[in-house]
């Protein structure tokens, strides 16, 4: 009896397993992986030249192959996570990916309103990263469970949305070492993240004390003789107006303290950007940001490394 | 490791892959089950094993004292008691103690230390044992591996069910082996609890938390009272969702753990509900706090008194906080009345009136919720300010209420009226129940897989 109730429960369930699988919209073989990508980011330590850190913004819009090819002395990675919100323990693990000693090694801070918003932090996944690094065996683990995740990938609103009502939609993620995930979707659409992002503004407005982490860590990093710069992670005109209308991001004080602190704050050129969402840098897009941004940092930077 | 997790599936899959070569002699399973069960533990933290095995010893020696020096076996209660106390008060309430008597003018340096995961369940079930043994209700063991295997067994050290050392040191003096029924309804249980923790109460929980998150409260009463109906289904499907894994972890291995909760939503009193929700622990205070209490004269006043100190210290045993006190305390308040105008007994004679009795059992608790989730007083008091406040009726800002949380949402109830209305008793009884059983053993399978909700740990881990 046993055996017969256990293999019609395995029956059922793979029938379903298979369902979903085949029933759910198609993403790009590599998108699984990026869980995968994203624990292997924990394991960084005494590791880059040169560091961008930031949210989900920073993840898809930061290539660092692109900005190597123009600063090729600096060794790059992307610290991007999603639905990151800035604490102290990012922080201390933005400081521990670098190269020793850390003498004019880089970091480049990205700003972005959402990452500042303290009623976020329950959404924040980096804690959930922390809780499974600090255990080397599940992190080898996660890196090596990427086609686990794909089968068993949870069904999102998303998924069902595109199933079912946005048939033509797709996304393209790759993931690569460096810890840039590139991505783009289709059709493209500006205004897609707009009333989500105002729902987080009306939720909740920018946190002083989460600038103030930032803040306070770019003093020590400097002393240390840390090259510190901020930018502000471009995203689409329309959402770039409503995060200055409605998050309380007053992009002009945050510069002045973050300045105050011992940080370079940085304007690259984004006048080729665009967001495939209204939020997240299309691939060739991120690219070219990259390479403008790694213009900028050359200005400040030692050529002769 | 919790039991949510990639690594304690693979802990667990070895566990049983060793566990049928091990489990005939006696020695050998109790090693197998101590080393495993501190595996289990330390992954957490592997300092707090010390503390586990601390506990392990004063409760073992404790229960030999006391069999072997009769004389002094009252002394070496109290001394094992204020161990096991003293051990949880230094680690769980001082911070509470410090700041408290700060309020009143004292300037005492605030020391918060790590709370060791699992420690009011260990102590108590620690405790049980050593008052048992002085009760004479069980006999000691001479032995520490059988003592320890009982007092750290995995699938209960974390967060129960608090098991009684009558119930469990018999069976682990046995080699059992599961039988094929058991071995069904054990998987069964695992899967229903997985169902219930990571589909029902991980998709409510990010809703319940994003609400107490914010600073300022929202204004719309039935906001609140949706919030509230979330978290009480929350923690009921966390809690009861990790006693089943457990009991049906414990049914694998051969042995029973006892029912923790038995739909206490449907009841018809709070005293019905209190003999639903965490059993193992109600009938823990009830056994070893109240029934003391009122032994030492019974008469109406002190059972009310009783069952308040009872009520008030289960609320301190969840939470170093005011705010759990009050929670204990309003349960107390509503027991007493409940006591005092029989109104249970007098709504049972209609069939609405049993309906009504529900909805008046799950008003009080819901209520009392408030309390138990709430930040701070502050913010439980605003909160129950707007919930019974009808005039305001803002916005429900639930952006993340979404189609997948609505299907959650709706299983959870269903299964809950279901058993309200006895249906379930009528749907086992059917010819062909085996095969539907079956059918939904497979589809919370998968919705465990593809209808889970954001990892979050089991809310009782804090306790």
């Known amino acids: ?305 | 490791m919790p039991f949510n997790s990639l690594i304690f599936l693979l802990f667990a899959a070895l566990f049983f892959i060793v566990w049928p070569l091990v489990r005939h002699g006696n020695h050998f399973r109790w090693i197998f089950i101590i080393v495993a069960s501190l595996v289990f533990y330390g992954w957490w933290d592997w300092r707090f094993i010390f503390l586990l095995t601390g506990c392990g010893l004063v409760n073992f020696y404790a229960g030999l004292f006391i069999q072997k020096f009769q004389r002094y076996k009252k002394t070496i209660l109290i001394l094992s008691i204020f161990g096991n106390l003293g051990t949880l008060a230094l680690f769980k309430y001082l911070g509470f103690f410090t700041r408290n008597l700060n309020a009143l003018g004292l300037d005492i340096p605030i020391i918060t230390l790590a709370l060791p995961i699992g420690i009011s369940f260990y102590s108590f079930q620690g405790m049980s044992y050593v008052i048992d043994v002085y009760k004479r209700v069980v006999e000691p063991t001479n032995n520490f591996f059988h003592f320890f295997a009982y007092l750290s067994m995995f699938p209960h050290l974390i967060a129960g069910p608090i098991i009684r050392p009558s119930q469990l040191l018999p069976q682990l003096a046995e080699a059992r082996k599961a039988t094929d029924p058991e071995l069904w309804e054990g998987f069964k249980l695992i899967v229903y609890g997985y169902f219930k923790k990571v589909v029902v109460a991980d998709n409510l929980g990010l809703l319940v938390n994003v609400a107490f998150m914010q600073k300022e409260t929202v204004e719309s009463s039935p906001y609140w009272w949706v919030i509230i109906t979330f978290f009480a289904i929350q923690i009921y499907c966390d809690f009861a969702g990790y006693s089943d894994i457990a009991r049906g972890l414990a049914k694998l291995m051969g042995y029973e753990f006892p029912v923790n909760f038995n739909h206490p939503y449907v009841s018809r009193s709070l005293q019905e509900f209190w003999s639903r929700w965490h059993i193992s622990l109600s009938t823990w205070f009830r056994d070893y706090v109240f029934f003391p209490l009122l032994q030492r004269r019974v008469t109406p006043l002190n059972a009310h008194i009783s069952m308040g100190i009872t009520l008030l210290l289960s609320g301190l045993w969840h939470g170093a906080g005011w705010t759990f006190v009050i929670w204990g305390g309003l349960h107390a308040a509503f027991f007493s009345i409940e006591q005092l105008t029989r109104w249970p007994k007098k709504l049972k004679k209609s069939g609405i009136g049993r309906i009504l009795s529900t909805i008046i059992v799950l008003f009080l608790v819901w209520i009392a919720w408030v309390f138990f989730r709430a930040e701070s007083l502050e913010q439980a008091v605003s909160i129950l300010k707007v919930m019974l406040n009808p005039t305001l009726t803002g916005s429900c800002p639930m952006r993340r209420f979404t189609i997948i949380k609505a299907i959650v949402l709706f299983l959870a109830v269903a299964s809950e009226i279901a058993v309200f209305l006895k249906m379930n008793e009528k749907i086992k009884n059917m010819k062909y129940y085996w095969i539907l059983e079956i059918i939904f053993v497979a589809f919370a399978l998968t919705a465990v897989f593809y209808l889970r909700g954001k990892v979050q740990t089991f809310v009782y881990f804090q306790f």
């Open chain 1, 1 to 305: 009896m046993l055996k017969r109730q256990l293999i019609l429960t395995a029956l059922i369930f793979w029938f379903c397993v298979l369902t979903i699988n085949l029933m759910r919209p198609p993403v790009s073989d590599n998108a699984a992986l990026t869980d995968a990508s994203l624990s292997e980011k924990m394991s960084w330590k005494n590791r880059f030249d040169l560091v961008v850190a930031g949210d989900s913004r920073t993840l898809t819009g930061v290539s660092p192959q692109a900005m190597q090819s123009v600063l090729p002395g600096y060794k790059t990675g992307n610290l991007g996570f999603v639905a990151l919100v800035y604490s102290q323990e990012y922080m201390d693990y933005i400081r521990m990916t670098l190269r020793s000693p850390v003498k004019n090694r880089v970091i480049v801070i990205g700003f972005s309103p959402r990452s500042l918003l303290s009623h976020e932090k329950p959404e924040c996944l980096f804690r959930k990263w922390i809780n499974e690094a600090r255990i080397p065996l599940k992190m080898e683990l996660n890196r090596h469970s990427g086609w686990l995740h794909a089968l068993f990938r949870e069904l999102s609103v998303g998924d069902l949305n595109i199933r079912f009502f946005e048939t033509d939609r797709r996304y393209l993620i790759i993931s690569f070492k460096s810890g840039w995930v590139a991505s783009r979707l289709f059709p493209e659409n500006a205004k897609a993240s707009r009333n989500e992002y105002r729902n987080y503004f009306i939720k909740g407005k920018i946190d002083g004390e989460l600038l103030e982490v930032i803040y306070r860590n770019t003093k020590a990093w400097t002393r240390e003789g840390i090259k510190v710069f901020g930018i502000r992670i471009p995203t689409s005109p329309g959402l770039f107006t409503i995060e200055n209308k409605m998050s309380g991001f007053h992009e002009h004080r945050i510069r002045q303290r973050f300045e105050k602190s011992g940080g370079i704050w940085l304007n690259p050129d984004i006048s080729y950007f665009i967001a495939y969402d209204g939020s997240h840098a299309r691939y060739d897009s991120a690219v070219s940001y990259s390479k403008s941004l790694a213009q900028e940092l050359r200005k400040f930077l030692d050529e002769k490394r």
